[in-house]
């Protein structure tokens, strides 16, 4: 019922919310959280605050400046900010925007923000479906408005659920068949799944693709955000594990199994990956 009214009368409303210490130490929790429809030109600048934003236009226009760089905006995009750099926002004075809105925090954000810059996400962008977005933003409103005992809970996990997609709304590929680079990654990527066992360079991959070595590596890394090299000691180590939970073999001849000949450097590349060693992972996960 509220989420009808909210998007019906276009009421402003603003819910700050303090957390408790168990949010605090445990969860993503909303620090504020509204909707605000602005009557002329309104301009609002903050650095050094401990606090992600995150906002979608619904309607009206504006800019966002982030350090250097400034974005006109308008219906439809969504802003994504971390507040402990400068940025600022300001809304039209011919055509004041209607804003929806969520400063949240969480010892874990710092991880998710830092995973949104290596893979080069943008701060201001415009998806196809923007429902899923809004619709997160307005069940977390219901959620302050009726103030529930256990809400804290219930916006950590919708939360969760808009940094996931902010994360990885950029990330899905198309397969068109036009594009050709992104047919033959993900060819590569099948390739290396079938023969991750195998020893084969760089050069004898790209060979095999018709395809330049650097430019290879640095799409597939910007398609799957891992390298090469990397998702074959993960397929490697993954088969690893299979071995050592549902089969007898010896170490040393799972090691093999995997492709990798030299056991010390196979518990090296497993304990980095598992934090543990490949015998302790085997005794752990078979209750011995």
Same mark, same amino acid.
């Given at each position: 019922?509220?989420?009808?009214v909210?998007?019906?009368?276009?009421q402003?409303c603003?819910?700050?919310?303090?957390?408790?210490?168990f949010?605090r130490?445990?969860?993503l929790?909303?620090q504020e959280?509204?909707?605000?429809?602005?009557?002329?030109?309104?301009i609002?600048?903050?650095?050094h605050?401990?606090s992600?934003?995150?906002?979608?236009?619904l309607?009206?226009?504006?800019?966002v400046?982030?350090?250097?760089n400034?974005?006109?905006?308008g219906p439809?995009d969504?802003?994504?900010?971390d507040?402990?750099?400068?940025?600022a926002?300001e809304s039209s004075?011919?055509?004041?925007w209607?804003?929806?809105?969520?400063?949240?925090y969480?010892?874990?954000?710092?991880?998710?923000?830092?995973y949104?810059?290596?893979?080069q996400?943008?701060?201001?962008?415009?998806?196809?479906s923007?429902s899923?977005?809004q619709?997160?933003?307005?069940?977390i409103l219901i959620l302050e408005k009726?103030r529930?005992g256990?809400?804290?809970?219930?916006e950590?996990e919708l939360l969760?659920?808009?940094?996931?997609?902010?994360?990885t709304w950029?990330?899905?590929?198309?397969?068109?068949?036009?594009?050709?680079i992104?047919?033959?990654?993900?060819?590569?990527?099948?390739?290396?799944?079938?023969?991750f066992?195998e020893?084969?360079?760089?050069?004898e991959?790209?060979?095999?693709?018709?395809?330049?070595?650097?430019?290879?590596?640095r799409?597939?890394k910007k398609?799957?955000?891992?390298?090469v $090299?990397?998702?074959v000691?993960?397929?490697?180590?993954t088969?690893?594990?299979?071995l050592?939970?549902?089969s007898?073999?010896?170490?040393?001849a799972?090691?093999?199994?995997?492709g990798?000949?030299?056991n010390?450097?196979?518990?090296?590349?497993?304990q980095?990956?598992e $934090?543990i060693?490949?015998?302790?992972?085997?005794r752990?996960w078979r209750?011995?």
């Amino acid at each position: 019922m509220f989420m009808a009214v909210i998007l019906q009368n276009d009421q402003i409303c603003r819910y700050i919310h303090t957390p408790s210490s168990f949010a605090r130490q445990n969860l993503l929790y909303i620090q504020e959280t509204g909707r605000l429809k602005s009557r002329d030109r309104h301009i609002s600048r903050r650095s050094h605050l401990e606090s992600y934003l995150f906002f979608i236009v619904l309607s009206g226009r504006g800019t966002v400046t982030i350090g250097k760089n400034l974005w006109e905006i308008g219906p439809g995009d969504h802003i994504f900010l971390d507040c402990q750099e400068p940025y600022a926002h300001e809304s039209s004075e011919d055509d004041p925007w209607t804003l929806l809105w969520v400063h949240f925090y969480g010892t874990a954000m710092s991880g998710y923000h830092a995973y949104f810059t290596r893979h080069q996400k943008a701060s201001v962008f415009h998806p196809d479906s923007p429902s899923d977005f809004q619709s997160i933003l307005e069940q977390i409103l219901i959620l302050e408005k009726n103030r529930a005992g256990n809400r804290e809970l219930l916006e950590n996990e919708l939360l969760h659920r808009l940094v996931t997609q902010i994360l990885t709304w950029q990330t899905e590929i198309p397969v068109k068949k036009e594009d050709n680079i992104t047919s033959k990654l993900l060819e590569i990527r099948g390739f290396l799944d079938e023969h991750f066992t195998e020893k084969i360079s760089l050069d004898e991959l790209a060979n095999l693709f018709y395809i330049s070595k650097y430019h290879m590596s640095r799409e597939f890394k910007k398609a799957f955000g891992i390298t090469v $090299g990397s998702y074959v000691n993960s397929q490697r180590i993954t088969k690893a594990k299979e071995l050592l939970r549902f089969s007898d073999q010896q170490i040393e001849a799972i090691a093999r199994a995997c492709g990798i000949e030299d056991n010390s450097y196979f518990n090296k590349v497993f304990q980095k990956a598992e $934090g543990i060693t490949a015998r302790e992972y085997r005794r752990k996960w078979r209750g011995q």
